[in-house]
T-cell receptor, first 112, second 112 residues
Framework: SQQGEEDPQALSIQEGENATMNCSYK?????LQWYRQNSGRGLVHLIL?????REKHSGRLRVTLDTSKKSSSLLITASRAADTASYFCATAQETSGSRLTFGEGTQLTVNP | NAGVTQTPKFQVLKTGQSMTLQCAQDMNHEYMSWYRQDPGMGLRLIHY???????DQGEVPNGYNVSRSTTEDFPLRLLSAAPSQTSVYFC???????????FGPGTRLTVT
C-alpha cells in the first residue's frame, strides 16, 4: 500500500494564485520529499524536509512537516502556467531500508 | 553530464517475449532503482541496488530481474512479458536511497 497519500487528487487555479497540496503518511519517516512530473517526463526533485524540520523554503516553494499529524504540505506561491504538472510526495521510512515510497500525486493545472 | 539515460523510449512487445530495459548514469551514484508508473498511480518500486553486485527486491518484483555489474549500469529484464506489465518504467539514481533521486526520461512499454 502507498505510504503517502496526496490531497487533493486534482487542483485547478488561475495564474498568480497560490496552490496548496497535502500529503499524509502512516509510519515514522527519516525525511519527506516533493517531486514534480511534467506530462510524459521523468520526475524532478523539488525539496527535501527532514523529520526534525518543521518548515523549508526554496524560491516560490514552501514545505511544512507535522510529524505529530504525519502530514506535509507543499505551497506554491504566485503560480505560473509553467507550474502545471503532477506533484508527488515521497517518504523515506526509518524501517524501509534504502528506498522511497511515493504517493499517487496531485495534478495541478494553472490556467493563464 | 548526461545524468540518467534510458533506452528505448518506447517498446511494444507481444505476450511471452522477453526484453531488457537499459539504464545508465554518469554521476557515480551508488544507489539505483527501477519504478513503474501506471495511470493515476504513483511510482511503485520494482528493484533497487545499493552498489555494484548488490540488488534487492522492491514492492512489485515479480516478472522482473536485475543485475548490477558496474556502478554505471542497471538493466531491467522482463522474463516473459504479460499485458499487466504495460506501464511506464523509470530508472533513478542517487548518492543514497534516502535522498534526492535523479530520474531518467522513462520507457513506455506496451504488451499486447
Amino acid at each position: 500500500s502507498q505510504q503517502g497519500e496526496e490531497d487533493p487528487q486534482a487542483l485547478s487555479i488561475q495564474e498568480g494564485e497560490n496552490a496548496t497540496m497535502n500529503c499524509s503518511y502512516k509510519t515514522s519517516i527519516n525525511n519527506l520529499q516533493w517531486y514534480r512530473q511534467n506530462s510524459g517526463r521523468g520526475l524532478v526533485h523539488l525539496i527535501l524536509i527532514r523529520s526534525n524540520e518543521r518548515e523549508k523554503h526554496s524560491g516560490r516553494l514552501r514545505v511544512t512537516l507535522d510529524t505529530s499529524k504525519k502530514s506535509s504540505s507543499l505551497l506554491i506561491t504566485a503560480s505560473r502556467a509553467a507550474d502545471t504538472a503532477s506533484y508527488f510526495c515521497a517518504t523515506a521510512q526509518e524501517t524501509s531500508g534504502s528506498r522511497l515510497t511515493f504517493g499517487e500525486g496531485t495534478q495541478l493545472t494553472v490556467n493563464p | 553530464n548526461a545524468g540518467v539515460t534510458q533506452t528505448p523510449k518506447f517498446q511494444v512487445l507481444k505476450t511471452g517475449q522477453s526484453m531488457t530495459l537499459q539504464c545508465a548514469q554518469d554521476m557515480n551514484h551508488e544507489y539505483m532503482s527501477w519504478y513503474r508508473q501506471d495511470p493515476g498511480m504513483g511510482l511503485r518500486l520494482i528493484h533497487y541496488s545499493v552498489g555494484a553486485g548488490i540488488t534487492d527486491q522492491g514492492e512489485v518484483p515479480n516478472g522482473y530481474n536485475v543485475s548490477r555489474s558496474t556502478t554505471e549500469d542497471f538493466p531491467l529484464r522482463l522474463l516473459s512479458a504479460a499485458p499487466s506489465q504495460t506501464s511506464v518504467y523509470f530508472c533513478a539514481s542517487s548518492y543514497n536511497g534516502f535522498y534526492e533521486q535523479y530520474f531518467g526520461p522513462g520507457t513506455r512499454l506496451t504488451v499486447t
